[in-house]
Every structure is written in C-alpha cells, then in structure tokens.
C-alpha cells in the first residue's frame, strides 16, 4: 500500500496524533505549574531518608531545605508557593506565615 491509497479518515488521525502527542508532552513535561496557596494549613510534617515534605491542605509538598521544615509548625496557617512538572513532585518555592508582612530573612 502506497502512502498516497491512505484512506481520508487515516490522514485525519494520523494529522490528530501529530498534534494532540506533541502538545500532551509539552503541557506534561515541558511546562512548569505553580500554585499559590494564601492560607494553607499544615497538618503535619515529616522526611524521609534526607527529603523533608509537610502535607499542606491535604496535599504532600516536598521542602529542599531541612532548616525551612524545622522552622515549620504543624497546625499552623502559611502562604505557600509550590511547583511542580511532569512526574516531579510539588516543591516549595517560597513559604511565610500567612497574614505575615514581613518578608523571611529581612532586617533593619
């Protein structure tokens, strides 16, 4: 069989499949997703080997810094920007106290 005896609605799915793979692996692997939660309450916190993760609202978010999830109290309300791609877990961008206008790590 010739490229050219292809039947109509062969050209169609082969056309769909050249353009929904390519953008299910961008928006999957190759985009970074970010949330911002204003008043997330930390329910627990806990690690594993050396990965530090607090469950904020129900969902695990990994800390790469162990000194942040030491600062951190369960029960507590937090500002918290996490991301994550592809198969990667979230992991926390920036964290503060929620209501907090302080900046962290700021001085006079």
């Given at each position: 069989?010739?490229?050219k005896?292809?039947?109509p609605?062969?050209?169609?799915?082969?056309?769909?499949?050249l353009?929904f793979?390519?953008?299910?692996?961008?928006?999957?692997?190759?985009?970074?997703?970010?949330e911002h939660?204003?008043?997330?309450t930390v329910?627990?916190k806990?690690?594993?080997?050396?990965?530090?993760?607090?469950?904020?609202d129900?969902?695990?978010?990994k800390?790469s810094?162990?000194?942040q999830?030491?600062?951190?109290?369960?029960?507590?309300?937090?500002e918290?920007t996490y991301e994550w791609?592809?198969q990667?877990?979230p992991?926390?961008?920036?964290?503060n106290?929620?209501?907090?206008?302080?900046s962290?790590?700021?001085g006079?």
């Amino acid at each position: 069989m010739k490229l050219k005896e292809l039947h109509p609605v062969t050209w169609v799915i082969i056309a769909l499949i050249l353009i929904f793979v390519p953008s299910w692996l961008y928006m999957n692997y190759g985009l970074i997703h970010e949330e911002h939660v204003k008043e997330a309450t930390v329910s627990e916190k806990y690690h594993e080997k050396d990965e530090y993760y607090i469950v904020a609202d129900g969902k695990d978010i990994k800390l790469s810094d162990s000194s942040q999830w030491m600062l951190i109290e369960p029960e507590e309300k937090y500002e918290i920007t996490y991301e994550w791609y592809g198969q990667k877990e979230p992991e926390v961008v920036s964290i503060n106290q929620a209501h907090d206008d302080d900046s962290t790590g700021g001085g006079h």
